[in-house]
Nanobody, 121 residues
Framework: QVQLVESGGGSVLAGGSLRLSCAASGYSVRAICMAWFRQAPGLEREGVARFYHPGGDPYYADSVKGRFTISQDSAKNTLYLQMSSLKPEDTAIYYC??????????????WGQGTQVTVSP
């Protein structure tokens, strides 16, 4: 049974930082590539950060490049997203999911409940 549990969201002022976590179960993050997505109100879900290889070679959307860092702790089977220099346009619900390496295409139809990030001016 695949399960994804995101946490770490909150409300911050612009310029602030947050660290999101995604605890995975039912598979090992050592074996597959993981990604972070987000969905802002009224917009489609978009990819934010992912790996080209399991746990390595990160790729970032242009909108977050230089501000966000994706990482994982294989021993804890947990994915992270360190977010810095946050902007109001980063406000969204953030989700993690397993993906095809080097792609935003998801493996299976697995989503967690997401974690809300709100950035105020």
């Amino acid at each position: 049974q695949v399960q994804l549990v995101e946490s770490g969201g909150g409300s911050v002022l612009a310029g602030g930082s947050l660290r999101l976590s995604c605890a995975a179960s039912g598979y090992s993050v050592r074996a597959i590539c993981m990604a972070w997505f987000r969905q802002a109100p009224g917009l489609e879900r978009e990819g934010v950060a992912r790996f080209y290889h399991p746990g390595g070679d990160p790729y970032y959307a242009d909108s977050v490049k230089g501000r966000f860092t994706i990482s994982q702790d294989s021993a804890k089977n947990t994915l992270y997203l360190q977010m810095s220099s946050l902007k109001p346009e980063d406000t969204a619900i953030y989700y993690c999911a397993p993906v095809m390496c080097g792609s935003w295409a998801r493996l299976g139809n697995y989503w967690g409940q997401g974690t809300q990030v709100t950035v105020s001016p």
